[in-house]
């Protein structure tokens, strides 16, 4: 059974940092793409960053280019969201999503972080 957990969110003032993290059991992310996805309030869910297998393999939104990075760590087995220069709209639930290939793609889901940006 695959499982996603969620940590690091919070509250922080424009400008500042914060890390997210997510642990995958069940499922080696070494062979696993993954991505962070964020909901805010009324809006739909986004693809905020993407890794494919390797850090040469990224994509991001184009609002966190520069200020976000993702990152695997396979021996921890966990996704990380590094977010500098925060902004009031990057506010929102941040999820971690991993993929799995077996016949066809599967997504699994983490329960949502929420991050929070004001002064």
């Known amino acids: 059974q695959v499982q996603l957990v969620e940590s690091g969110g919070g509250l922080v003032q424009p400008g500042g940092s914060l890390t997210l993290s997510c642990t995958v059991s069940?499922?080696?992310?070494?062979?696993?793409?993954v991505s962070w996805y964020r909901q805010a309030p009324g809006k739909e869910r986004e693809l905020v960053a993407a890794?494919?297998?390797?850090?040469?393999?990224?994509n991001y939104l184009s609002s966190v280019k520069g200020r976000f990075t993702i990152s695997k760590d396979n021996a921890e087995n966990a996704v990380h969201l590094q977010m500098n220069s925060l902004k009031v709209e990057d506010t929102a639930v941040y999820f971690c999503?991993?993929?799995?290939?077996?016949?066809?793609?599967?997504?699994?889901w983490g329960q949502g972080t929420l991050v929070t940006v004001s002064s």
């Open positions: 069940g499922l080696p992310l070494s062979t696993s793409p």
């Open positions: 890794m494919r297998y390797t850090a040469d393999s990224t």
């Open positions: 999503n991993v993929k799995r290939f077996a016949t066809k793609w599967y997504d699994y």
